[in-house]
């Protein structure tokens, strides 16, 4: 059912109002737009021909500093490199104190393909000054003063105009097509008459079409996109807005809100439009269809793909998703306390469903073995989907069930979660190696503070990350653990060079250090109560939206970690008593 539509005029035609609102000719223009840099360029031309003799420029109005040194600095510095750059940014009251030093990213890269020293220090302005062998170039910041899904304030990304005619200065903000959509959106949330329990709805799908298409930004995986922040934002807004509904903390995992499908694209040239519709939730359709081979693999799986891959696995399928698809799980007997795998957790983290699939036909060990390669089927289900739109983007909205819950913090009935806390106890299983990817490129969230809340530390790539949780008995062992996975990773160069490169450049762009480096690798030790297991590793490889060699190397590192684990709890001393595996439950 449709419950909203609107289209906005977009950011272009307001700007050329204003202007055709102008007394006389100006003498010196200067605007920024989130417009493509083709599109600015363009109208950059069209406007020198109307103000003939008018200094003009046209910039970027989202990561300003990226696009500048990009379009500008970059092709001058790739003939001749410079021997030092040093970034002043800015740290504006009420922000992530580095907010701006992150949306400088690539910055670091670049100079580090070219060799060159970066320094930088943040300062109380509201512009960046980038100083390249000691000549200044300021860069401006324009923003304006809004507010999130909850209502409280930030600064978000706008278009503006500066004008200069003879002795007056004016300058004007302009909403762009992002900025539109977004508030719409949450004026709706807000007035729509929702359920007072959750879940709160089936399926709320957010369509909106912009005109600005992606900005590749010649660096890994990153690229300037307001389709895919706005898409973010309208994720996390929207769980954030009902999980202050409903009274529990921002950032709870176990709120089955429903399922939130942000649906954002690129309409080059076409108008700025939003639908909202809601939506029963659906049952899926049974699906088959040939799988490519494992072993070079280089692209995410699709759900039918793995259920070929496992329909000759001995024992039918006992558990289903929200949607009823079938939760594919193996059992290998053995003797003493057994190791669960599993991928696919967060539907849109691809590698480990891979990687678990090829240790289930590889693998061998006396120990009893799990795998559950797919818990989350209904979110890969909706990754496909918003894939088929945009392949780039990382969608975290394929990150939860089709409930809006994480799997892992299911309350009862407990659905999905049920396969691996069943597998866990048939195997008494000492170790869960628990298969994760995050994003493969910047991950913001432009219109609550750019920075995504609560995931600050995932907010740029740093390579292949592990965490071990243990149980306060198992802090030794935790350690031991961590310490034979990274020494048998160290031996994987293409991952140490994969990994030393993303981390010299993430501590560039911001002072955090949640890890200690383990013989290569960043690590991260929590002691945990109530946990499924004794030992829980996670793996964390940048995979959202990788594809081809990149891809290839998480299925070998989140390979090589079930490998070790193993082989390391096969050596470990079993002979005292294990503690009870309990429900994962807090």
Request: net charge negative.
């Amino acid at each position: 059912m449709r419950v909203f539509e609107q289209q906005f005029p977009s950011e272009i035609e307001s700007v050329l109002a204003l202007l055709e609102a102008c007394a006389s000719q100006p003498d010196r223009l200067e605007l920024w737009l989130s417009e493509s840099r083709e599109v600015r360029a363009r109208l950059q031309a069209d406007l020198r021909h109307r103000f003939p003799g008018c200094e003009l420029r046209v910039h970027a109005a989202y990561k300003p500093l990226a696009c500048e040194v990009f379009e500008v600095h970059l092709p001058l510095w790739q003939a001749a490199p410079p021997r030092h750059v040093h970034l002043r940014f800015p740290v504006l009251d009420g922000e992530h104190p580095e907010r701006f030093l992150i949306e400088a990213y690539p910055l670091a890269g670049w100079l580090d393909d070219l060799r060159v020293r970066f320094t930088h220090e943040g300062y109380a302005a509201d512009h960046y000054e980038l100083v390249v062998d000691g000549e200044l170039t300021r860069v401006e910041v324009p923003l304006r003063g809004a507010t999130d899904a909850l209502g409280r304030p930030c600064l978000r990304p706008t278009a503006r105009v500066d004008i200069v005619q003879g002795e007056g200065a004016t300058t004007r903000l302009v909403l762009t097509d992002a900025e539109r959509c977004w508030d719409a959106y949450t004026a709706f949330l807000k007035r729509f008459p929702w359920p007072q329990q959750a879940p709160f709805f089936g399926v709320l799908r957010v369509a909106a079409e912009l005109s600005e298409p992606d900005e590749p930004l010649a660096y890994g995986h990153e690229r300037a996109s307001l389709t895919e922040g706005l898409s973010e934002d309208l994720y996390f807004g929207t769980l954030e807005y009902f999980q202050d509904r409903a009274g529990v903390p921002l950032g709870s995992r176990e709120l089955p809100v429903g399922q939130i499908v942000p649906v954002v694209k690129a309409v080059p040239g076409g108008p700025c439009r939003l639908t909202v519709d809601l939506l029963p939730l659906p049952q899926a359709a049974a699906s088959s269809g040939a799988a490519p081979p494992l072993a070079t693999l280089d692209r995410p799986l699709r759900v039918a793909e793995v259920y070929h891959l496992t329909r000759e696995w001995p024992d039918p399928p006992t558990f289903h998703s929200v949607q009823g698809r079938p939760i594919p799980t193996l059992r290998r007997p053995g003797r003493g306390s057994g190791v669960l795998i599993s991928g696919g957790q967060h539907g849109n983290e691809a590698t480990g469903v891979a990687a678990a699939l090829l240790a289930a036909g590889q693998l061998a060990s006396p120990l009893p073995l799990g795998f559950i390669p797919l818990e989350n089927p209904d979110g890969a289900a909706l990754f496909e989907e918003l894939r088929a739109v945009a392949p780039e983007h990382m969608h975290h909205a394929a990150r939860y069930t089709a409930l809006g819950d994480d799997l892992e913090y299911r309350q009862p009935p407990f659905g999905e979660a049920d396969a691996r806390c069943a597998l866990a106890r048939e195997l008494n299983a000492a170790l869960h190696v628990n298969l994760h990817g995050y994003p493969a490129h910047e991950w913001t969230r432009p219109f609550s503070g750019y920075v995504p809340r609560g995931f600050e530390a995932w907010s740029l790539p740093k390579g292949f990350v592990l965490l071990v949780r243990h149980t306060p008995e198992q802090s030794e062992q935790a350690r031991r653990l961590a310490e034979q996975v990274c020494l048998d990773l160290s031996g994987q160069r293409a991952l140490m060079a994969f990994n030393e490169r993303q981390l010299r450049v993430y501590e560039c762009h911001t002072a955090a250090r949640p890890y200690q480096m383990i013989h290569g690798t960043p690590v991260m030790l929590a002691e945990v109560e109530g946990m499924l297991c004794p030992l829980t590793l996670l793996t964390e490889f940048p995979d959202e939206t990788v594809e081809g060699e990149r891809f290839r190397l998480g299925c070998t590192a989140q390979g090589q970690v079930i490998e070790s684990a193993v082989r390391w709890l096969e050596g470990e001393a079993l002979s005292s008593p294990r503690p009870a595996v309990g429900d994962g439950r807090k």
